[in-house]
């Protein structure tokens, strides 16, 4: 076993050993179910986003502004839920560690595919808010656990970042010849595309199935989280408790 890990680790083109939850293909999948949460709840439920929460401290502020106490203390929901979110994840993290079963990145997509089974069954008339406030925690959990993207800081859940970090790596590959920079670029760029491809497939659904569009994200939940599980449970069984970068 710890051999197969040095073979991987050289063969690794930066000549780094990245885990599993740290590679690539995991930020893609998750930036995509990511965009699909975010045009779901926009086109299904209720006309917003979950997956960041700056427009909603803005318009907290505006309520304030505006002495509309109700919408205030409204608006209070999802942002509370967002802050629960990134507590709740941070918490569990270390105590999941010390079993040396999965690892909290896996045990968290896992527990995302029964939520999103659940949210899918609800019927349409349901409040918006209860499927609002609940994506609006897991996307909180999912930015704080999922960091870095093989060493570059990346988030999972919204593009404002990776619009900067494309354009601004992009002059620095162009003008410096800088050849991280060009990876970097490449990569921001990477993740917004997905990102798109997450939200168009999400509208689809969600003009032909309404509510149980969400449905559709299942198979690239349950594909991430098997070959998650996968590699906790052999070929990085012994590395269970090595944190991913980004993490203290």
């Not at 929901?77 to 909290?104: D, H, N, Q, T």
Request: glycine share 6%; proline share 3%.
């Amino acid at each position: 076993m710890r051999h197969h890990i040095e073979a991987s680790s050289k063969n690794d083109t930066n000549q780094e050993f990245f885990l599993e939850c740290e590679k690539h293909w995991v930020f893609w999948s998750l930036i995509l179910v990511g965009g699909f949460y975010g045009a779901y709840t926009f086109m299904a439920r209720g006309g917003v986003f979950c997956n960041a929460q700056t427009a909603n401290v803005v318009l907290l502020s505006m309520a304030i502004g505006s002495g509309d106490w109700e919408k205030a203390l409204y608006l209070l929901i999802p942002i509370s839920a967002y802050f629960m979110g990134a507590i709740l994840s941070e918490f569990l993290a270390k105590k999941v560690k010390r079993f040396r079963m999965l690892r909290w990145d896996t045990i968290l997509v896992g527990f995302e595919i029964p939520v999103v089974i659940l949210l899918g069954a609800l019927p349409a008339s349901a409040p918006d808010q209860i499927c609002q406030v609940t994506l609006n925690f897991i996307c909180s959990m999912q930015f704080n656990t999922f960091r870095q993207n093989e060493g570059i800081p990346m988030a999972t859940t919204f593009v404002t970042n990776h619009i900067r970090q494309t354009g601004s790596n992009l002059v620095k590959a162009v003008r410096d010849k800088d050849p991280k920079a060009d990876l970097r670029w490449k990569m921001h760029g990477s993740m917004i595309l997905f990102f798109l491809v997450g939200g168009i497939f999400s509208t689809l659904l969600c003009e032909a199935f309404s509510v149980r569009a969400i449905w559709g994200i299942i198979p690239v939940l349950f594909y991430t989280f098997i070959r998650l599980m996968i590699a906790d449970r052999t070929y990085e069984r012994e590395l269970l408790a090595k944190v991913p970068r980004g993490h203290s």
